[in-house]
């Protein structure tokens, strides 16, 4: 059976998916999307990314509510039909389509699509060596809390790292540390376990929502607080969260190794708890 995808409520041949050339997500990267992960046949924190899949949408000024209900409904079915365990589940929706202008017309059909491939955890070798990283200007928009396929910068600053020899790129804002090109960033400094407030500048990860939680049920010292990036440097530890990423030790960042340049005792904590998390699904 060749893959299905599921497009405006179809299952069809991922082969034969298509969309129309006037679509606003391909003219003017008017969409949003979310992907969820699923560990053994569940799901993981599916409602979490509906909600966030919603604020994506007030963003733009889109009422898309029982659509987005409908897609998260289908999209566990097309996840069914895929018979796998082990999957990243990818929801997008556009405005539509219609004739190109500026101007968005009413009551447009939105498009609507999901995908479901296989995942697996980041490899031992990864998480216990950990990743690299550089950091870049912040040049995004000022709605970076809502998750849109405008990703042209993060796609950029993705290649600038890779350029460097590393792994990821840091986005710096007026001096602060924002978050990752497709990440969450958490430091510790003084034995404080710090991220960025969940302001306007950053996606509101739902990973990084995970491990807030995870850190506070391990009585973890734990703040959202702007982070100067002079700061880095002096980290007794840092690591990345994300969908697909989970809990990624960052041991090097501009070439200066974070701590002792290894993953970290809380890194090491939370990420024994967070797969802990997983495996109780």
Not at 8 to 26: K, L, M, T
Not at 134 to 148: F, L, M
Not at 174 to 202: C, K, Q, R, W
Not at 256 to 272: A, H, S, V, Y
Request: charged share 20%; net charge neutral.
């Amino acid at each position: 059976m060749s893959k299905e995808v599921l497009l405006n409520g179809h299952f069809i041949p991922y082969e034969e998916a298509s969309v129309s050339i006037d679509d606003r997500g391909f003219q003017f990267a008017e969409g949003i999307y979310e992907v969820f992960r699923v560990y053994n046949g569940h799901p993981f924190q599916l409602e979490r990314h509906v909600r966030r899949m919603r604020a994506s949408a007030g963003a733009l000024g889109l009422e898309l509510d029982d659509v987005l209900a409908k897609l998260a409904e289908q999209s566990l079915q097309l996840l069914g039909r895929s018979g796998l365990k082990e999957a990243a589940v990818y929801m997008q929706v556009t405005s539509g389509h219609s004739p190109r202008a500026h101007l968005r017309p009413v009551a447009l059909e939105p498009t609507t699509l999901a995908i479901v491939n296989p995942a697996s955890p980041p490899s031992a070798k990864v998480t216990e060596k950990g990743i690299t990283a550089i950091t870049v200007s912040d040049e995004r928009w000022a709605k970076c809390y809502a998750k849109t396929t405008m990703l042209l910068p993060n796609a950029a600053a993705k290649r600038r790292a890779h350029a460097a020899g590393c792994d990821e790129a840091l986005f710096v804002r007026d001096g602060f540390l924002m978050e990752a090109s497709a990440s969450n960033a958490f430091v510790v400094i003084d034995g404080v376990l710090t991220t960025a407030p969940a302001s306007n500048y950053i996606l509101h990860g739902v990973t990084r929502a995970v491990v807030l939680d995870l850190a506070r049920e391990l009585s973890l010292s734990c703040v959202e607080a702007p982070i100067p990036a002079e700061k880095i440097p002096s980290a007794e530890e840092m690591f990345t969260t994300g969908t697909t990423t989970e809990i990624l030790p960052v041991v090097v960042v501009d070439g200066k190794t974070i701590g002792t340049g290894t993953p970290g005792p809380i890194t090491r904590r939370l990420l024994e708890a967070y797969r802990s998390k997983v495996a109780a699904l």
